[in-house]
């Protein structure tokens, strides 16, 4: 049943079991947890005074978000000090799922006691957590470096116990994201034999749906998604687009539902599976054909962002929306060529949102760079697209991409720093204006 090499078939494989995992709120703040409750693995007292040193991406991205089970605390100190104590390193991005009503206590305690340093690290990978804890004979320090579970260093008493440059004990077994083109991940989602993505992809719908539900059925934050399904109706449009941002609307605002993250983001998790569900049932499609469309989907999104890197001044929400809108055209019955033709519309559109944090916004971001994703498939079913030449566009849909990949990673550098100098209040905007 396989067309594709088998070794590019397993790399497909590989790449969607490391991304495609549950994590309770958002990614940043629990990766902080994560993080701080390893150290205090290796911490053998309470807690005295820790540090937490991160690069400006994760100070953007823990900001204005609710850390789930925290009793509503915000925040670097109360991300850390939940991992603390009540964390469950075991547990990894669902570190902080089952913390007690004594735990969120603690936590509080330990916050109010003002003993956590932050610290902004320049220099570093866009995605790096540090954690330095202190008891009073005893400390011990991890550190997170590229992804959000990735432990590149423990130290305990100063002595380093592992140093991931020195360890080649996991060397190539990751996936390799650069052997990915839009053929191949086609191709694959094509072929591969259900049961071999079947169990992962039931996560991602159940999960996903269960915090859309919560959106859609409680006032979380700002309520972007009750408001889309209020305003314009019971279109599968409509319905498509709210439940992603309903979904946003209760993780942003720290509800505790574990999401199937997609690119090392809830958010981009739910705005991947959420449209091609709702599709899916609109539409009437197989239950095949519903697992497919979201392997191009997830798939889809994690090309485009493995180009832009983990975290960037470009909104993820784009790069994930690009992937549902390439799977509705899939469920469309739209060819190759149609799902390109999706994917130029859609890059050609909203390629300049914005990423300044993770915050109950991000779900009016979803909402919107899914409107475009859905006027991108529509334009492409009718056999128009954006041509090469026209802005970043360019005549191959990889290179368009490519194009993308360089903006988002290398072209908007000064404007992450623009964007985190402003949240921080780090410089004096009327003066500079």
Known sequence: MMSIAAADFQNYIQIL??????????????????????????????????????SGNIIKNVKGVTVPNSGGQKGIPAAAALGIVGGNPDSVLEVIARVTDADKEACKELVAKNVCDVELVEGVPGLYIDVMLKGKAHSSEVILSGTHTNIALIKQDGKTLFDQKNDVSESGQKGDRTKMSLHGLLEFANTVPIEKVKAILDKQIEMNTAISNEGLTHPWGAEVGRTIKEIYGDTVEARAVAAAAAGSDARMSGCPKPVVINSGSGNQGITVSMPVVVYAKEWKASAEKRYRALLVSNLVSIYIKHYIGPLSAFCGAVSASCGSGAAITYLADGDEAAIGRTITNMLANVSGIVCDGAKPSCAAK??????????????????????????????????????????GKIGMKETDIAVLNTMIHKIDVSKAL
């Open 366 to 407: 979803i909402a919107s760079s899914l409107q475009a994703a859905i006027l991108a498939h529509k334009m492409a079913m009718k056999g128009n697209a954006f041509k090469g030449g026209e802005g970043l566009v360019e005549e191959n849909v990889e290179d368009t991409i490519k194009n993308i990949g360089y903006l």
């Open 17 to 54: 079991e490391e991304e495609l995992i549950p994590a309770m709120g958002c990614t940043e703040p629990i990766a902080i947890a994560y993080a701080a409750a390893k150290a205090k693995s290796y911490l053998p007292e309470d807690v005295q005074s820790y540090v937490v040193r991160c």
